[in-house]
Every structure is written in structure tokens, then in C-alpha cells.
């Protein structure tokens, strides 16, 4: 059983579509990521939030729009994707990012974009 | 940029088989992480280890950070079919906040009951 949830779990949309990913972390934790993860692709960071202030931002294209409303949930709004952002997309929280922060992770929502 | 290699890319045993996997780079971490994601899940966390030399064990598992601070090793004793997954590696650079986590390609494990 999983303290980080994600829904949904599967997401099917074309490239017009505007949608959402929501991620819930019930461990307490302050820090929130999220991760895309393609095949044959090392684990890609996207965005990092603590204490809901976004610290990381890897180049990620503005079609991706990350929202942390507080330090238990963050969200992950899609608009105009591409084909090649079909890939699984992971949630994961820490207490914090310093330290020995070991991540936890969601079971993911795998889209596809056609 | 920096990068890990893992390997083997995929292994194929017989259940009660020894299975060893590892993880190098040539850049120096200051912890090493090693996930297991089943299919369709998110990775979970096996072991974390955090100074140059440390063995650490979590049942059948092993895990070491090696001496140089550049490599690390999993190993699975005694497999079992539920062992089954994709295993990562994932070092850690940097202090503070800016402490970045690097992952591996993965192995995936195949276990034959």
C-alpha cells in the first residue's frame, strides 16, 4: 500500500485536449516531484515543489503546468501535447529535499496522447 | 552530464538462483538508492546507503556503496517468483537543496518458477 496516490490512472487524450493529473501524498512529507518515465529512458525530473514553492524546473516545454495548492497535493495540467509525451508520469513526495530524503512514489498515470 | 551504467540490461534465473546487479558512473555520489518497480507501479524503495563502503541488507537483499564512491551493487539471494520487476539504481550529488538524484536504465528480472 502506497502513502502517495495518483488518478487518474490511465489517460487517453488528443492534442487539443486540455487535462489534468492529480497526485495526493498522505505521509506528511513537504516535498512533492514529478517524473516522467519513458521507455529506454532513464527516470526524467520535471518539476520539484517544498513547502509548495516550486524549486526545480527542468527546461520542461509549458505545455506541461505544474499547481501545488499545499504541501499534500500537486497537480500536473496538460494542454496541446505532443505524441512523444505518452510516457508514464510518477508522483513522488519527501520530507523535504535536504538530507537523507528518500522519495516515495505514486503507482503513476500512464498517458497517451494521440 | 552525469550518468550511471547499469547492468545487466535484463536477466532471465531459475527460482533459488543468486542474482547480482550493479551500477557505476564516473562521477562521485554521496548516496546511493536502489527501487524496484513492478509493472504497472510506481518504484518502491529496497535500500539507501549513505558512506563509501557500507553493506546493507534488507532480507534476500544486499546492497553496497562501493569504496570509490562511484559504483554500487544489489544483490538477491535465494530468488523467489514475486522478485519479479524492473530493478533501479539512483545516486545522489550535491548538498542541500540542490542535491539531484540520478537514475539508472534499470534491470529487469525475469524469475522461471
Known amino acids: 500500500e502506497t502513502g502517495v496516490t495518483q488518478t487518474p490512472r490511465h489517460l487517453v487524450m488528443g492534442m487539443t485536449n486540455k487535462k489534468s493529473l492529480k497526485c495526493e501524498q498522505h505521509?506528511?512529507?513537504?516535498?512533492m516531484y514529478w517524473y516522467k518515465q519513458s521507455a529506454k529512458k532513464p527516470l526524467e525530473l520535471m518539476f520539484v515543489?517544498?513547502?509548495?514553492?516550486?524549486?526545480e524546473n527542468n527546461s520542461v516545454p509549458s505545455r506541461f503546468s505544474p499547481e501545488c495548492p499545499n504541501s499534500s497535493h500537486l497537480f500536473l495540467h496538460l494542454h496541446t501535447l505532443q505524441p512523444e509525451d505518452s510516457a508514464l508520469y510518477l508522483c513522488?513526495?519527501?520530507?523535504?529535499?535536504?538530507?537523507?530524503?528518500?522519495?516515495?512514489f505514486g503507482p503513476g498515470t500512464r498517458l497517451t496522447v494521440l | 552530464g552525469q550518468q550511471l551504467n547499469q547492468s545487466p540490461q535484463s536477466m532471465f534465473i531459475q527460482e533459488g538462483e543468486d542474482v547480482s546487479m550493479n551500477c557505476t558512473s564516473s562521477?562521485?555520489?554521496?548516496?546511493w538508492l536502489w527501487y524496484k518497480q513492478d509493472p504497472g507501479e510506481g518504484p518502491v524503495l529496497l535500500i539507501a546507503l549513505y558512506k563509501a563502503g557500507e553493506l546493507t541488507s534488507n532480507g534476500r537483499l544486499t546492497a553496497q556503496f562501493g569504496i570509490t564512491r562511484k559504483d554500487s551493487f544489489l544483490n538477491i539471494s535465494a530468488s523467489i517468483p514475486s522478485d519479479v520487476g524492473i530493478y533501479f539504481c539512483a545516486g545522489q550529488v550535491g548538498a542541500g537543496n540542490n542535491r539531484k538524484l540520478i537514475w539508472g536504465l534499470g534491470t529487469s528480472l525475469a524469475v522461471n518458477p
Open positions: 505521509l506528511g512529507h513537504n516535498a
Open positions: 515543489y517544498n513547502f509548495k514553492e516550486q524549486t
Open positions: 513522488a513526495s519527501s520530507q523535504g529535499t535536504s538530507g537523507r530524503r528518500e522519495q516515495f
Open positions: 562521477s562521485i555520489f554521496n548516496t
